[in-house]
């Protein structure tokens, strides 16, 4: 007849088993809908939980470095022992069977460091140095991905079984930690993400929006409520939508809405615009506005759309700042050229002309002879440079283009490269309103000459035609030449420095210019201006 203890055990073990199954429960719901950052002292807490009725003395979850791949680090623990927690972590040299055994997916059961196979014999090792008399390692693995760790738990005190029906349960356990940390790091992976996401968005100043039509919201972070000057009490619906078309720069309006409508109906792939935002409080600002469409129906109709907005008003102000000081620049050079074409032709022409008299009465008073010849020699000379510090003058400043007009002076310009013999002209000029802006006239007239001067200088061809015609409310002129041509993307020096200063000159008058060449195929320069040209304004 079995004693009173005896049969005291079975109950004592099927209540244990019963305490377990709950324990292993209570872990699987518990770890559901865990936040990442409650992970780890979860995972603790479990630790104690299961170890201490189980009887085990050390409990390890392992994690592998994400940054050193063949380091282990102990990143979770349970010790009943003093003296049995791991101080560093450990590395693949230590367990190299144990390791390629858990990253293969397998789990490990050892009832002593002897029952270890040959191949593990520096594990077998490396788990007397740690005074492991038994040990049971889980890889921490979640649908089939290569694990995580692992997860290990060791009996420091006796040796002992690890029977089949605990183990199963054990892997359970291990499988709520995987699924825990996998998504603890895919979390953190996300909130890193976010971070990096956040810190560039302030370093570039970037503010969002998302608009939802099934909804009818449209929601905006705080940068683009600070940003736009967004009322706290335009919050509903899409409020702050309207509130941002509404005070779009007038002039600016139209084309926005214009393009937002190109965007919503297909037309546009992606929204990528400039344009001035009268905030409430602190002014005019300049907006730089990227905007897609997220999701449309079948029809094509816009369902959602986001975008980002960046104030670019101290951007603007530099590049207009930077203008502005080309244009003084440019003002001050030409007002130098008229300054000195002024001297030339009133003083040093003048001078030369009283000398050339002088010198003729001379040769009329000297003897027929060597005197003489060198007179008329000396004469000659003095009179070819008057007519070349004339031509100078005119090239500084030329005065027909402020009596006559462009079309007289670009004229006279091609008239008087004809005569030095270097090209032959065909000109279209075509007659000009009797209101022509004076900044149109002169940056075309400059823009001729430098054209001109690089179809003599490079273009290896004495022919080339201008052409001058009304255009879309404007002035546009072309230089066409049939010569060698050359590579937009890298013309030569000379050439380079003489297309920046057309650039810059047109850019200044709020015009265009193209050109179109190719080697061997010549060269076409097309230049557009507003008839009534003057300064870009400033943002």
Sequence with gaps: MPTIDEARRPADSLQQRLDFETLIAELSSRFIHLHAGEVDREIEDALCRLCEPLGIDLAVLWQWSQVAPDVIAPTHLYYALEGARPSEPMRQDQYPWTRLQLLAGRLIVVSSPEALPVEAAIDRETC??????????????????????????????????????????????????????????????????????????????????EVDFEQGVAHVDDRLRDLCGIPADRSRGLQALDFWMQQIHPDDRERILDLRRQLHDGRLERLSVEYRFPHPTR?????????????????????????????????KRAVQALHDLSRRLIRAHEDERALLARELHDDVTQRLAVLAIDVGRAELAAAEGAQADAMRSVRAELVRLSEDIHSLAYQLHPSVLEELGLVEALRAECERRGRQGRLTLALDLESLPSVVGKEAELCLFRVAQEALTNVARHAGTNAASVTLRHADGGLLLAVRDNGVGFDPASPREGRRLGLASMRERVHLVNGTLDIETAPDRGTTLVAWVPAQAGGAGAP
């Design 283 to 315: 002014g005019e600002r300049w907006i730089h506005h990227v905007g897609r469409v997220a999701r449309r129906d079948a029809s094509g109709r816009t369902l959602r759309s986001f975008g980002v907005l960046r104030d670019i008003t101290e951007a």
């Design 128 to 209: 007397r140095s740690f005074g492991i008399k038994s040990a049971i390692a889980l890889p921490l693995a979640v649908g089939g991905e290569a694990p995580i760790g692992a997860l290990g738990l060791n009996s420091l005190r006796a040796q002992r079984d690890w029977p089949d029906a605990l183990v199963k349960r054990l892997q359970l356990v291990a499988q709520v930690f995987a699924h825990a940390l996998a998504r603890q790091r895919q979390e953190q992976r996300l909130l890193q993400s976010e971070a990096r996401l956040a810190a560039g968005a302030d370093l570039a100043g970037l503010a969002f929006y």
